[in-house]
């Protein structure tokens, strides 16, 4: 079993910060890219930001500028720093990774439960 555990939302006025962390754990053998995407009410999924086992990354042009994305590959974790948050930020926020499990070769897509964050004043 791999699982992604996500943690960090909530409320925030607007301007305000959050960060946003994951934890992969369970029979993990090694993860290739980890990322963040956000769904909206009435919205589709949207990649939000995404970064490659060697620290590469990349973001959003709704997020350049106001959010950034860092891992520790020794932890299994990948965070989502959030700032000059706006309203039209507010999606629930999954944490999604390319997990090589222990029992196989091959690469499978692993998301975690979602986490709300809601920007409102």
């Known amino acids: 079993q791999v ?8 409320l925030v006025q607007p301007g305000g910060s959050l960060r946003l962390s ?13 990322g963040w995407y956000r769904q909206a ?6 990649l939000v930001a995404r ?10 042009d709704s997020v350049k500028g106001r959010f950034s994305i860092s891992r520790d590959n ?4 990948v965070f989502l720093q ?6 039209e ?9 390319l997990i090589k499990p222990t ?3 091959r690469l499978y897509s692993y998301w975690g439960q979602g986490t709300q964050v809601t920007v409102s004043s």
């Open 74 to 77: 020794a932890k299994n974790l």
């Open 51 to 60: 970064i490659t086992g060697d620290g590469s990354a990349d973001r959003a």
């Open 89 to 97: 930020d507010t999606a629930v926020y999954y944490c999604y990774a």
């Open 22 to 34: 994951c934890a992969a754990s369970g029979s993990v053998f090694s993860i290739d890219d980890m």
């Open 41 to 46: 009410p009435g919205k589709e999924r949207e």
């Open 3 to 10: 699982q992604l555990v996500e943690s960090g939302g909530g």
């Open 103 to 105: 029992w196989t070769s």
């Open 82 to 87: 959030m700032n000059s948050l706006k309203p």
